[in-house]
């Protein structure tokens, strides 16, 4: 029903910037995207939120990522950014993108996830 396709994962410095991107692909025009974000996991960790953002603009980030990332969409498209300036090595993780499906049901779906390496 929905596709995800992440993009624009890398190998950087501390202080580098990346930007990922995540096109949707949505199979039937009756389905409808609500949020759609950002999630990250590192090695032995649990997939924590890193920035979410709906369909109406509202976002949401990790205390952790605050005033580094910027998350953006295109309705349009379906598409979802994260502009990730000032990283650290702690940033390191696979990034996911994540979309929720609000109708005509509730569903939840997943990128296969971009790997992200900082290094100091």
């Known amino acids: 029903q929905v596709q995800l396709v992440e993009s624009g994962g890398g190998l950087v410095q501390a202080e580098g910037t990346l930007r990922l991107s995540c096109a949707g692909t949505i199979s039937r025009s009756l389905f409808t995207i609500d949020t759609m974000g950002w999630y990250r996991q590192a090695p032995g960790s649990q997939r924590d939120m890193v920035a979410t953002i709906t369909s109406s603009g509202s976002t949401n980030y990790a205390d952790s990522v605050k005033g580094r990332f910027t998350i953006s969409r295109d309705n349009a498209k379906n598409t979802v950014y994260l502009q990730m300036n000032s990283l650290k090595p702690e940033d390191t993780a696979v990034y996911y993108c994540?979309?929720?499906?609000?109708?005509?049901?509730?569903?939840?779906?997943w990128g296969q996830g971009t790997q992200v390496t900082v290094s100091s």
């Open positions: 994540y979309a929720r499906q609000v109708r005509p049901y509730e569903a939840r779906y």
